[in-house]
């Protein structure tokens, strides 16, 4: 009996232990997805350079969310990342995300607590999704719902893909330079921090991108591939860009995918790419412009942004495929998140260069300085007299805000709801050895590595930094680099503790992730969707003129003709002009396409490779014109530029679909 029992219990070992051991092994559950965001790409202002002369006219790419889910064959405890192609996050879209994914997968897979959501902070998305009252009036002049919702539904759409594709993986990760493409823009105020610190860094900004890799066990299939690394995706945008695009970072993704996806359409293939932001505050795109190659098919605006995205997919896919120094993951997963209330929090902070000791350290109500304006301290007069008659500060804002000179005080600014938040969000990813640290706002360089050494100390991992996740706070500067009162302290919200602040909670929440313990989840800020709802309306379509119809056909392609990709400059620039009836400000099914190129041997043709495609709107004539500019490399064949739009007879009416169409014509092969 002896034998036989200790027999039986050899067969339990040996058929759970392989389970148990999951994490130690570095075997997970994981999976990737990706979902549309992209808002009505007209009549609205884009987020970033907001410029109320210039409205959105078209498409230039679009704009998705990239997620990835992580889960524990051991515990369940799952995890998830999301990268947005948006200028900056609301907390309110994290909140109905989370509601949407309870209702289908309950409340223990998703939460606000394992759920990370992150901007790259793209100057040219669509605007209109933000719900804090400043935020609304500079970032978009109104609060769009079609919008909101594309955006709602993007992302629920990403992290269920990669749910309900989670399959037994290995995750991994590399580290290395990217070198001359980005710089710091703010040096005055980097210059400011100990030179202590400053020595123990090479460089001034980071140039380290970290990827993350995720495998599939069945086949070694690599399924996914997110990265972090800091830089203002803004080089499509100059404040005069009426075409939305998701700028380098984008970009670089849709290289990363169509290399690991031939043959599928953007956001189709089984393999997800991601280029995340990180500590981005004080950081700039850098580049000779002898570099860039000048091409007649391509704006100066164009070819900088595919020449920064092609430089971050060229060092990611590096990194990718060096599989000598890919670091294997193995080990829990965890998550932890707190909300930070700004006006009662008090920590004490141990200065990392000094060693100082500090008891009761806060923060101050929210506040916008006249950097942040762009203004001189000589025009400070009028300023004060303007800012005097919007809100008169309170004498304790202003001396907690110094040196700033308070431009408007967002914090003390309540009507007709709150201007801006007085809470901000902190989370932990862990993924084994790896963790994942969101920042609430645009950190600058030091900001952002006195945050990740304050994680780091404690855990020992990998730690990369989120940037413009879960909700946004504007800049955040070092107290040295505040003191300077360049742009980026100027848009310090809670003053010059703010990094002390975070880098003590973070500590915290960091020792308590690593010891299993809860940590306070503090108080979520309210959601203001009832208030904004009604911003911007819907608008009836007027008929279209001259007997046409919605998606009639203007202007055709010449269809006698052979074209050849290239030849020489707007010769084989191929335009087709469509009568569209409806603004696209509004937004059909996420399952219709605003546009695309199909050919008539196969499917579809990834014309957005090498940015050869174009959407433009007139507003005026109310008409969408259709470019392709034939790039090198296609396959000889017979091609149709088409369309598919919605239009709406009545304001409260509904969305009518309709498709128009070129002619087909004949490519030769180039």
Same mark, same amino acid.
């Given at each position: ?125 669509? &605007? ?11 970032? &978009? ?7 909101? !919702? ?22 991994? !990760? ?32 980071? @140039? ?40 380098? @970072? ?64 060229? @060092? ?99 009507? *007709? !709801? *709150? ?105 979520? *800020? *309210? ?21 046409? !119809? ?49 050919? &008539? ?8 490779? @090498? ?49 128009? &169409? ?9």
């Amino acid at each position: 009996m002896a034998i036989l029992q200790l027999f039986a219990i050899f067969l339990v070992a040996i058929t759970v232990s392989p389970t148990c051991a999951a994490d130690a092994d570095g075997i997970y559950k994981i999976g990737v997805g990706i979902g549309d965001v992209t808002g009505p790409p007209a009549g609205v202002v884009l987020n970033g350079y907001v410029n109320p002369f210039v409205n959105a006219a078209g498409i230039f790419t679009r704009q998705y969310a990239r997620a990835f889910v992580v889960q524990s064959i051991d515990t369940g405890n799952t995890v998830t990342y999301v990268t947005c192609d948006m200028g900056m996050m609301d907390h309110t879209i994290k909140s109905e995300v989370i509601a949407r994914l309870g209702a289908k997968y309950g409340a223990e897979m998703f939460s606000e607590k394992n759920v990370m959501i992150s901007a790259t902070h793209t100057h040219s998305g669509v &605007s209109g999704f933000m719900t804090f009252y400043a935020y609304l009036l500079i970032e &978009s002049y109104g609060f769009n719902p079609i919008t909101y !919702w594309a955006t709602v539904d993007g992302i629920t759409e990403a992290i269920s893909s990669a749910a309900d594709s989670l399959v037994d993986g290995r995750l991994s !990760w590399n580290r290395g330079e990217l070198l001359n493409s980005n710089g710091n823009r703010a040096l005055d105020a980097y210059m400011n921090n100990p030179e202590a610190e400053r020595n123990a860094y090479q460089h001034d900004v980071d @140039k380290d991108m970290v990827l993350f890799k995720l495998t599939a066990v069945e086949g070694d299939e690599p399924i996914g591939a997110f990265t972090w690394w800091p830089v203002h995706p803004i080089t499509f945008n100059g404040g005069d860009n009426p075409l939305v695009t998701s700028d380098s @970072k984008g970009y670089a993704a849709l290289l990363f995918d169509y290399e690991m996806n031939p043959g599928s359409l953007p956001g189709k293939g089984k393999f997800v790419s991601g280029f995340g932001s990180s500590n981005l505050g004080d950081v700039s795109t850098r580049y000779d412009e002898e570099e860039i190659s000048p091409k007649w098919d391509f704006t100066n605006e164009i070819a900088r942004c595919r020449f920064a995205g092609e430089r971050q997919f060229n @060092k990611a896919f590096e990194l990718f495929n060096d599989d000598t120094n890919l670091n294997p993951i193995s080990g829990p997963i965890r998550s932890i998140h707190t909300w930070v209330n700004t006006t009662t929090v008090k920590v004490t902070h141990i200065n990392e260069t000094s060693g100082e000791v500090r008891q009761n350290v806060g923060l101050c109500g929210a506040a916008l300085g006249l950097a942040y304006l762009g203004l001189d301290p000589e025009q400070w007069e009028l300023w004060e007299a303007i800012r005097d008659f919007i809100k008169v500060p309170s004498d304790e804002m202003i001396e907690c805000q110094s040196p700033k000179l308070v431009a408007l005080p967002g914090g003390e600014m309540n009507e *007709p !709801w *709150p201007w801006a938040p007085d809470t901000f969000s902190l989370q932990l990813l862990q993924l084994g050895s790896f963790d994942v640290a969101s920042l609430p706002g645009e950190f600058t360089t030091m900001a952002g590595r006195r945050v990740r050494n304050a994680i780091f100390n404690v855990t020992g991992h990998e730690v990369v930094l989120a940037g413009l996740a879960n909700i946004y706070i504007n800049y955040v500067t070092t107290p040295e680099e505040y003191d300077v009162q360049e742009y980026e302290g100027g848009a310090t919200l809670y003053g010059r503790n703010t990094v002390p602040v975070t880098t003590a909670i973070y500590t915290e929440m960091a020792e308590a992730l690593q010891n299993g313990d809860a940590y306070p989840p503090g108080v979520a *800020p *309210p959601s203001f969707l009832d208030n904004v709802r009604d911003t911007i309306a819907s608008w009836a379509d007027p008929n279209p003129m001259n007997g046409a !119809w919605f998606g009639d056909l203007l202007i055709d392609v010449d269809d006698s003709r052979e074209y050849v990709p290239e030849i020489r400059p707007f010769e084989e620039d191929l335009s087709s002009r469509l009568r569209n009836g409806m603004t696209p400000r509004e937004r059909g099914p996420l399952s219709g396409r605003i546009r695309t190129l199909t050919l &008539s041997n196969i499917n579809s043709f990834n014309s957005f490779r @090498k940015f050869s495609e174009r959407f433009y709107w007139n507003i005026l004539q109310r008409r969408i014109e259709l470019r392709w500019i034939i790039p090198t490399g296609v396959e000889a064949g017979t091609y149709r530029l088409r369309h598919f739009g919605y239009y709406r007879q009545a304001e409260d009416g509904p969305l009518n679909p309709y498709i128009g &169409s070129s002619s087909p014509f004949r490519v030769a092969s180039g």
